[in-house]
């Protein structure tokens, strides 16, 4: 065995499995103003940035051969309510932003989240019954509109982190009703209810919102497998074009699961809390940064088709050699 393994040549000729730009997809943090950007204390080396200084990101990465971005925002907490109305506003920041970037980059593919979360004053993806459990059909409706507002806006790809049961096929009906059939859905299919979250709630302003409160009522059981290809197979039936499994690099398993009984357009979401171990451990030098493209590797030999992970721009350097 070790015979293709001695020279660096042998290894790539028998490299089963490549990294490369189109595999990501970059998730970035807005905020408002100009000329503005805001350190994530929880997500070493990640800003929020305002949409110019965002938009100049995406034209550099993009010449550089990223495929897309996900558009997140983080808002101010007067702006949220226990609706999460503004998540509707066609003039809020997310559908700003998505127009500035298409403006400048309209080859960039853009993706938006449908999610009530950065928007309410509870920080749940939906809104509550009176129980103070997040009502599902109400919150469909809700995402519904948002998915509207963006593609309006000029968003190409609604990803819904949501997790209410039959929000895809709403949604898909929502666009076409806008004649908007070619805007794509990428569901997050198979999305545990994971401790790896915290740092994009620091992030998007939601952790102190959220406080003691967990999404175990919508989001998956990390001990279960076989519900996430039950998960799948209904968003698939829904009318999603990609599915998504989230978070990444604990849940390997599952997207190879997923890969191998549906055969379809398959993403992985590493995570924040994934992104700030890796980040955290190679700042104090206890890790290499060679670790970042072996994690992305580990993703494509998983099944998956591509990965939305905030470790883009260096992967991007990597293998561009810059
Ligand atoms: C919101 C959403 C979350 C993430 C993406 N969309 C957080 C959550 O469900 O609480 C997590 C992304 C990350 O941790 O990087 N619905």
Same mark, same amino acid.
């Given at each position: 065995?070790?015979?293709?393994?001695?020279?660096?040549?042998?290894?790539?000729?028998?490299?089963?499995?490549?990294?490369?730009?189109?595999?990501?997809?970059?998730?970035?943090?807005?905020?408002? %103003?100009?000329?503005?950007?805001? +350190?994530?204390?929880? /997500?070493? !080396?990640?800003? =929020?940035?305002?949409? &110019?200084?965002?938009?100049?990101?995406?034209?550099?990465?993009?010449?550089?051969?990223?495929?897309?971005?996900?558009?997140?925002?983080?808002?101010?907490?007067?702006?949220?309510?226990?609706?999460?109305?503004?998540?509707?506003?066609?003039?809020?920041?997310?559908?700003?932003?998505?127009?500035?970037?298409?403006?400048?980059?309209?080859?960039?593919?853009?993706?938006?989240?449908?999610?009530?979360?950065?928007?309410?004053?509870?920080?749940?993806?939906?809104?509550?019954?009176?129980?103070?459990?997040?009502?599902?059909?109400?919150?469909?409706?809700?995402?519904?509109?948002?998915?509207?507002?963006?593609?309006?806006? %000029?968003?190409?790809?609604?990803? +819904?982190?949501?997790? /209410?049961? !039959?929000?895809? =096929?709403?949604?898909? &009906?929502?666009?076409?009703?806008?004649?908007?059939?070619?805007?794509?859905?990428?569901?997050?299919?198979?999305?545990?209810?994971?401790?790896?979250?915290?740092?994009?709630?620091?992030?998007?302003?939601?952790?102190?919102?959220?406080?003691?409160?967990?999404?175990?009522?919508?989001?998956?059981?990390?001990?279960?497998?076989?519900?996430?290809?039950?998960?799948?197979?209904?968003?698939?039936?829904?009318?999603?074009?990609?599915?998504?499994?989230?978070?990444?690099?604990?849940?390997?398993?599952?997207?190879?699961?997923?890969?191998?009984?549906?055969?379809?357009?398959?993403?992985?979401?590493?995570?924040?809390?994934?992104?700030?171990?890796?980040?955290?451990?190679?700042?104090?030098?206890?890790?290499?940064?060679?670790?970042?493209?072996?994690?992305?590797?580990?993703?494509?030999?998983?099944?998956?088709?591509?990965?939305?992970?905030?470790?883009?721009?260096?992967?991007?350097?990597?293998?561009?050699?810059?």
């Amino acid at each position: 065995m070790r015979r293709n393994r001695s020279h660096e040549f042998v290894r790539r000729m028998v490299r089963e499995h490549r990294l490369a730009a189109d595999d990501l997809i970059y998730p970035m943090f807005l905020i408002e %103003g100009s000329a503005a950007r805001q +350190p994530v204390a929880s /997500m070493p !080396g990640i800003e =929020r940035l305002s949409v &110019d200084l965002a938009v100049r990101e995406c034209r550099r990465l993009h010449s550089m051969g990223l495929p897309a971005v996900a558009l997140f925002p983080c808002m101010n907490g007067e702006l949220k309510d226990d609706r999460g109305s503004e998540a509707v506003n066609p003039r809020g920041l997310i559908p700003r932003a998505v127009s500035a970037v298409k403006t400048a980059c309209p080859k960039l593919g853009v993706v938006t989240d449908a999610a009530l979360d950065p928007y309410t004053s509870h920080g749940h993806d939906g809104v509550l019954d009176e129980r103070g459990d997040v009502n599902n059909d109400t919150t469909v409706e809700i995402l519904v509109e948002q998915a509207r507002v963006c593609a309006a806006a %000029g968003a190409d790809v609604i990803a +819904p982190s949501d997790m /209410m049961d !039959g929000r895809v =096929r709403a949604i898909r &009906d929502g666009l076409e009703a806008d004649r908007q059939q070619h805007v794509k859905i990428m569901a997050y299919s198979a999305k545990y209810a994971s401790t790896f979250y915290g740092p994009f709630r620091d992030a998007v302003n939601s952790a102190t919102t959220l406080g003691q409160g967990h999404k175990r009522s919508y989001q998956m059981d990390p001990a279960n497998a076989d519900e996430a290809l039950r998960e799948v197979a209904l968003d698939i039936e829904e009318g999603a074009d990609m599915v998504m499994v989230k978070p990444g690099l604990p849940y390997l398993d599952i997207v190879r699961r997923v890969k191998d009984a549906f055969s379809m357009p398959t993403f992985v979401y590493q995570v924040s809390g994934e992104y700030s171990m890796l980040a955290g451990a190679i700042k104090r030098g206890w890790l290499p940064r060679e670790s970042i493209l072996e994690t992305l590797t580990c993703f494509k030999r998983a099944g998956a088709n591509g990965v939305l992970t905030y470790f883009a721009p260096d992967a991007i350097e990597e293998l561009c050699g810059a």
